[in-house]
Antibody, heavy 118, light 110 residues
Framework: QVQLQESGPGLVKPSGTLSLTCAVS?????????WSWVRQPPGKGLEWIGE???????NYNPSLKSRVTILVDKSKNQFSLKLSSVTAADTAVYHC???????????WGQGTLVTVSS | QSVLTQPPSVSAAPGQKVTISCSGS????????VCWYQQLPGTAPQLLIY???ERPSGIPDRFSGSKSGTSATLGITGLQTGDEGDYYC???????????FGGGTKLTVL
């Protein structure tokens, strides 16, 4: 059973860059799945950030596209998220997940809280 | 404001059935598959339904999904207190070229 684990700083300064990594175990990132990032501000709903395929192909949320970069590292079986020019509005629990079917996300990391504050 | 519209809350008694609706448009639900997630307090979302009505392995048949036109419905039978939590619908939005979610529905089992 595939497992995902997010890692990265829990505190980022305003105007800085948020950087997270998602390690995939129990399966290959080079499988026929896409891999996603989703975030959830405290007490609020889910927001899709973007997704990546093992060949480097990406899709991004248009509202975040100018600030987001998602990369894949097949040698380490992981993928990463960078979000630039962060503000307090980017404070959220960030999850990585595996895509399944046409639109589902079936395996999720536990999530990591990233707070944007000086 | 979410692209997909869900009722903020629903409630029902243990053992009863509840349905949660998800309304969209032709650019999202109308032309793409729908999925549903359960998020229990303090945990990550869990996929309940994908591709409109498919259940991942391990999801009991108490949970069912359907889609008609630009709306979708999640049904839960035999309600248990452990079902209390937030439920989200999701799909692909062809005009945005990205995944979208509903605002979430809080289920209370009275």
């Amino acid at each position: 059973q595939v497992q995902l684990q997010e890692s990265g700083p829990g505190l980022v300064k305003p105007s800085g860059t948020l950087s997270l990594t998602c390690a995939v175990s129990g399966g290959s990132i080079s499988s026929t799945n896409w891999w996603s990032w989703v975030r959830q501000p405290p007490g609020k709903g889910l927001e899709w950030i973007g997704e990546i395929y093992h060949n480097g192909g990406t899709n991004y949320n248009p509202s975040l596209k100018s600030r987001v970069t998602i990369l894949v590292d097949k040698s380490k079986n992981q993928f990463s998220l960078k979000l630039s020019s962060v503000t307090a509005a980017d404070t959220a629990v960030y999850h990585c997940a595996r895509n399944v079917g046409a639109t589902g996300l079936d395996s999720w990391g536990q999530g990591t809280l990233v707070t944007v504050s000086s | 404001q979410s692209v997909l519209t869900q009722p903020p809350s629903v409630s029902a008694a243990p053992g009863q059935k509840v349905t949660i609706s998800c309304s969209g448009s032709s650019s999202d639900i109308g032309n793409n598959h729908v999925c549903w997630y359960q998020q229990l307090p303090g945990t990550a979302p869990q996929l309940l339904i994908y591709d409109n009505n498919e259940r991942p392995s391990g999801i009991p048949d108490r949970f069912s999904g359907s889609k008609s036109g630009t709306s979708a419905t999640l049904g839960i039978t035999g309600l248990q207190t452990g079902d209390e939590g937030d439920y989200y619908c999701g799909t692909w939005d062809s005009s945005l070229s990205g995944k979208v979610f509903g605002g979430g529905t809080k289920l209370t089992v009275l």
